[in-house]
């Protein structure tokens, strides 16, 4: 078919040029190569994410349209709306099109597999970013590491509940993502492995907020309504869950309560210079936009790439807040290739 006969032709122009890219443990870095973007044949590529709705989405879109301004790249950015059927349409329309390689956030697991079988059958290479899927071929997956984030945000809550006070035992409740997400279930099973390595806290409940701050607020206000002074603490899959928790126990006279996230969001990172025991532990999806960019090339060359592409993530609590918004979100805040490929800290 047409799709697979330019593939090869790309092959065989990359072989003449000399380029080889190589992969590193953190990510996809060109190594000896004598191929400058100006000599990149220009490939065309979307990116599909789940919904708008979430900043992390709004920057991975920001770092795609600065990829496809300075690279020779084309490619249309793809807002699921929080439809799968939406989600599966775009990619079917992508594959018709018959674009170089796809980008995709799935918003579930299992939804998105007759999209990613269908890219197979082409010939089209698939990079899966933040989310994965259950089934299909897949060139490599973009991601942070989603069971270590779920360690970690829960580990600083436990942290931040014993320094606020001394007890025998720490209770929290934990506000899910989308059911059936792949970032949902790692995320609760990094809970559960901190849980599992201290007695000293239980969890009380476990429920969905949809990663959506309304769903998480209304979520939250149940959670008080059964649990009361009893709750220590919450561990939020995302961000904007924990604003909701926030609102909630805020309109319940518990602003107090420690709270810990997972994505680096500007508006849940604004509240930390008031709040001592708000947390999170940032994404970097800026970085993932352009890793992926760069793993779909070597997967159109043929080149080899590792299933797992990890980005690491930062921890973000009142000491760094000022310094984490300015370097993200400030006036001066650039998405270049060099910021971004620079493994945080």
């Known amino acids: 078919m047409r799709g ?34 100006e000599d990149q044949q220009t490939l065309q590529t979307v990116l599909s994410v789940p919904s708008l709705e979430f900043t992390f989405f709004v920057r991975m879109q920001n770092a795609f349209e ?43 697991a299992e939804g998105i597999v007759p999209a990613i079988e269908q890219a197979n059958d082409a010939d089209i290479p698939v990079v899966t970013i933040d989310r ?57 099973e990094g809970l559960q492995q901190t849980l599992d390595e201290n007695d000293n806290m239980e969890l009380l409940g476990s429920q ?9 607020l209304s979520t939250m206000e149940d959670f008080i309504t059964r649990f009361g ?14 604003l909701g928790a926030f609102r909630a126990l805020g309109n319940a006279g518990r602003g107090d309560v420690p709270i810990t996230g997972i994505d680096g969001s500007e ?39 590792p299933d797992f592409i990890p980005i690491e993530g930062r921890q973000v609590t009142q000491e760094n807040a000022e310094q984490y918004l300015q370097e993200f979100f400030g006036d001066g805040m650039t998405t270049t290739t060099e910021q971004t490929t620079t493994t945080p800290s």
Do not use: C
């Open 132 to 188: 994965n899927v259950a089934q299909g071929e897949v060139a490599t997956y973009v991601a942070s590491q989603n069971v270590q984030l779920g360690q970690r945000s829960s580990s600083l809550l436990l942290d931040f509940m014993q320094q606020r006070a001394d007890q025998d035992t720490y209770s929290i409740v934990e506000l899910q993502g989308t059911q059936g997400a792949s970032v949902t279930n790692d995320r609760a």
């Open 208 to 216: 969905t907020g949809e990663f959506q701050t309304s769903a998480a």
């Open 229 to 242: 002074d009893d709750i220590d603490g919450v561990y939020a899959q995302n961000d904007l869950m924990a």
């Open 4 to 37: 697979k006969t330019r593939r090869r032709t790309f092959l065989k122009r990359s072989a003449l040029l000399g380029g080889t890219l190589a992969i590193g443990t953190a990510g996809v870095q060109a190594q000896e190569t004598t191929t400058t973007p």
């Open 267 to 305: 508006a849940w990172v604004e509240t930390f210079p008031d709040n001592q025991y708000h947390g999170t532990i940032a994404q970097l999806p800026e970085e993932m936009v352009f890793r992926s960019i760069e793993a779909g090339r070597t997967a159109v060359q043929g080149g080899d790439l």
């Open 66 to 108: 600065e990829a496809t301004q300075n690279q020779n790249l084309n490619g249309s950015f793809l807002d699921g709306q929080n439809s799968q059927s939406k989600q599966v349409s775009d990619l079917e329309t992508a594959i018709t099109n018959d674009v170089d390689f796809i980008m995709v956030s799935p918003i579930t």
